[in-house]
Nanobody, 123 residues
Framework: QVQLIESGGGLVQAGGSLRLSCAAS????????MGWFRQAPGKEREFVAV????????YYADSVKGRFTISRDNAKKMVYLQMNSLKPEDTAVYYC????????????????WGQGTQVIVSS
């Protein structure tokens, strides 16, 4: 089992940057594929990015490709989401999630979730 705690959210102007962090507990962090999702008010939770076990492969939603970068540090049990060139439409609660079984691109494939961190991008 793994517990996840996100941090790094906040208020930023359009065009700015934020770096989200996700701290994981548990002894088998490297055995999980890690993903970031987000949920805006009144909308469904959507996929943002995913990184494989050793960090060799990443996938991104088209809406963030070229602006966001996911990374992980297995020794520190951390996952990061560097967000650049932020837009008002990036405003959402961002969630870190862990997948035991594979490279999930949908929320129902993930087994463990953090509580989320709020990101607000002002225009």
């Amino acid at each position: 089992q793994v517990q996840l705690i996100e941090s790094g959210g906040g208020l930023v102007q359009a065009g700015g940057s934020l770096r989200l962090s996700c701290a994981a507990s548990g002894r088998t962090f490297s055995s999980y594929v890690m993903g970031w999702f987000r949920q805006a008010p009144g909308k469904e939770r959507e996929f943002v990015a995913v990184i494989t076990w050793m960090g060799r492969t990443m996938y991104y939603a088209d809406s963030v490709k070229g602006r966001f970068t996911i990374s992980r540090d297995n020794a520190k049990k951390m996952v990061y989401l560097q967000m650049n060139s932020l837009k008002p439409e990036d405003t959402a609660v961002y969630y870190c999630a862990a997948d035991r079984n594979g490279v999930g691109l949908t929320s129902h494939e993930y087994d463990y979730w953090g509580q989320g961190t709020q990101v607000i991008v002002s225009s």
